[in-house]
């Protein structure tokens, strides 16, 4: 629905973006790389960044974090 999709102000909800995480996520594990791809542009698109660290010798590796826009993370 267009309210579980956005927020009054235009910006995804919490919900949809988890939503969408999650189906990223799965196609991830299945080795769908166009559909996690996709995914994740379908969210910048709607100003959600992601950002992954694969790097070994960050503080959290593989740590996954998102933001929008307006301020919000997860």
């Avoid at 996520?25 to 166009?34: G, I, L, N, P």
């Avoid at 992954?52 to 307006?70: I, L, Q």
């Amino acid at each position: 629905s267009a309210s579980k999709a956005a927020a009054r102000d235009g910006t995804p909800s919490a919900d949809f973006i988890n939503e969408r995480l999650i189906a990223r996520e799965k196609a991830r594990a299945r080795r769908d790389f166009d559909t996690a791809d996709g995914i994740r542009e379908q969210l910048y698109k709607a100003g959600v960044e992601i950002w992954e660290s694969d790097a070994p010798r960050t503080p959290y590796p593989g740590e996954r974090v998102w933001r929008t826009r307006d301020g919000r993370s997860g």
